[in-house]
């Protein structure tokens, strides 16, 4: 019986492997094609595949069982549920994966995109470059159509240009970036703050003028340190929260 193919991770020693390898197959998983099967390999194929132990994989699993998005059979082996609920709290422990398999899972429309003047409170950001290019997404919850969340994309004109449009009505930005476009990201810095909706904001995630939202800002380092992509994301506050794990 085919199995379905998760992404490749690069390991990152300093945080949980049995984290980093949940993050990145629930990413996996929830940016999958409807085509995809539903059956995962084995959990020694999924070690093999993540170069880890037999153990942490089965941690990883667990992790999502728990979560709803897989199920696990005996004799019959693990399977993706086709019907597991997308939303969930946003859980940021230091590792890319986790910011990817985030954003994941959601129905994106992509409402438009172009050169835009860079906003005066970003300008440090991208010194020398009057310009570069926006991109405005809104995410939907898969089973029920409600919006979540609205995302504003502040990216370099020159990584820009190698961006297809279409690839963001499938996957975040994040994953675009570092496995479609090649960049090499080496760190990713978060802003979350508590806001009220605008105008705008209400309007698209459809609650009250001046509900509470969450207001994120996510800027993406390459690997010389140079900001290319800056992303301010509004949540629906009635929707998410943001736990953050420190290691001592």
């Given at each position: ?5 998760p ?11 049995w984290y980093?390898?949940s993050?990145?197959?629930r ?8 085509e ?7 959990e ?25 998005l ?11 549920e ?24 959601m129905?994106?429309?992509?409402l438009?995109?172009g ?7 970003l300008?440090g ?9 926006g ?10 159509g ?23 009505t ?11 476009v ?19 904001t ?12 969450l ?34």
């Amino acid at each position: 019986m085919t199995t379905f193919a998760p992404d490749s991770l690069d390991l990152n020693r300093k945080l949980p492997l049995w984290y980093q390898v949940s993050q990145s197959l629930r990413a996996s998983i929830l940016g999958r094609s409807p085509e995809a099967p539903l059956r995962l390999p084995t959990e020694d194929a999924l070690a093999a595949h993540y170069g880890v132990s037999v153990l942490t994989m089965r941690q990883a699993l667990k992790e999502l069982e728990t979560e709803g998005l897989i199920s696990r059979h005996r004799r019959r082996g693990t399977f993706i549920e086709p019907s597991a609920r997308r939303g969930a709290p946003v859980r940021l422990l230091g590792s890319v994966d986790a910011i990817v398999a985030q954003q994941s899972g959601m129905t994106t429309e992509l409402l438009g995109h172009g050169p835009t003047t860079v906003p005066a409170d970003l300008s440090g950001y991208f010194p020398g470059t009057p310009e570069v290019t926006g991109y405005r997404r809104l995410r939907s919850d898969e089973e029920t159509g409600e919006p979540t969340n609205h995302a504003h994309n502040y990216v370099r004109p020159e990584i820009a240009a190698r961006i297809d449009p279409a690839d963001l009505t499938r996957w975040p930005m994040t994953k675009v970036l570092r496995d479609v476009v090649g960049v090499r990201i080496s760190r990713i810095t978060d802003t979350v703050e508590a806001r009220l909706a605008d105008p705008e904001t209400a309007r698209l995630l459809r609650i009250p003028l001046l509900s509470p939202i969450l207001h994120y800002t996510g800027i993406t380092y390459d690997e010389t340190g140079q900001p290319v992509d800056i992303a301010r994301i509004h949540y629906r506050g009635d929707r998410f929260s943001f736990t953050v794990s420190l290691d001592a």
